[in-house]
């Protein structure tokens, strides 16, 4: 019985449903060091728009970034719900995302997630590796490697 639970275990993984418009991403909760409320945001003059400044989190500098408009979507509108995810990405380091609100915690097994093929022509998929299935709703995976390459042709 106990070598079924640990093949379970391995065979699932958590992740934090954050809502951006009237869509839901799952964020792999490995990824994620902490999540913090809005906060003043330093500007950096000369970066990409979608890199929105610097914040201090604990004597650290931690560039923040605008998921929506990384994702080409309207600009960010901050509300109470407003969320700063910091993630911790092997090769990037430490980054925030900026999200419209964090939803929840799900536990997703790989029978419930449909693989995405990247096509490089298709933004719409250029940063999700598969869909989710979660009582009756769908969550698109944010794959960050993807989201945090910075694109030639932009």
């Given amino acids: ?17 954050i809502g951006l418009g009237e869509e839901q991403y799952g964020v792999d909760i490995k990824y994620i060091d902490s999540i913090l409320r809005m906060q ?15 914040i201090n ?6 560039p923040v970034m605008s998921l929506r408009l990384k994702m080409n979507l309207p600009e960010d509108e901050i509300t ?18 900026i999200v419209d609100e964090v939803k929840e915690v799900v536990t997703l097994t790989s029978d419930q997630v449909q693989k995405i093929s990247y096509d ?12 989710g299935k979660f009582d009756g709703e769908l969550i698109s995976l944010l794959d960050f490697n993807l989201v945090m390459q910075e694109k030639e042709n932009v």
């Fill in 120 to 131: 490089p022509k298709d933004e719409s998929t250029n940063y999700i590796n598969g869909v």
């Fill in 40 to 54: 003043r945001i330093t500007r950096v003059p000369k970066v990409a728009a979608h890199l929105k400044g610097v």
């Fill in 57 to 62: 989190l604990r004597g650290e500098v931690i």
């Fill in 1 to 17: 019985m106990d070598e079924l639970k640990v093949i379970n275990e391995v065979d699932s993984i958590q992740y934090i449903v």
């Fill in 80 to 97: 109470r719900a407003t969320r700063i995810i910091i993630l911790k990405l092997e090769q990037y380091g430490m980054i925030g995302i």
